[in-house]
């Protein structure tokens, strides 16, 4: 497995600065790039256009406009094997469990997302 082979992760949140902050780690990765939205309906719309584009998504569970949850299902329909983390100040809410290939607590360190990127960045099949 390469571990620098580039990769995009898509990241989900409606707070504006958790998406600058995990831009700004995500981008001290070798390889990484981020892309950011705070609306989940938007970054349906992103997904669906190119469902191999991303190797990981990482999705906030409370936002106002759709759950984690839905927005994790509805990933799921257009690729089941789309590997989806769950970022969340309350992460035993994140529900249904089985949406989520991993659950990480907010406040996140650097080294929790990096540990995340690695373990899924081998997943990607483009």
Known sequence: MDTRRKIEVLC?????????????????????TATTLENPEEALVVFKENPDRFA???????????SGGEFALRVRL???TQPIVAVSSAPKACKP????????????T???????????RGCHST
């Open 56 to 66: 990981l998504l990482l999705t906030d569970f409370m936002m106002p406009q759709m």
């Open 78 to 80: 257009l690729k089941k």
């Open 97 to 108: 469990a089985w949406a989520f290939d991993d659950v990480i607590s907010k406040p996140f």
């Open 110 to 120: 650097a080294e929790i997302i990096e540990g995340v990127v690695a373990r899924f």
């Open 12 to 32: 989900v949140d409606d707070n504006a600065m958790i998406l600058m902050l995990l831009a700004k780690i995500l981008e001290t990765i070798e390889g990484v």
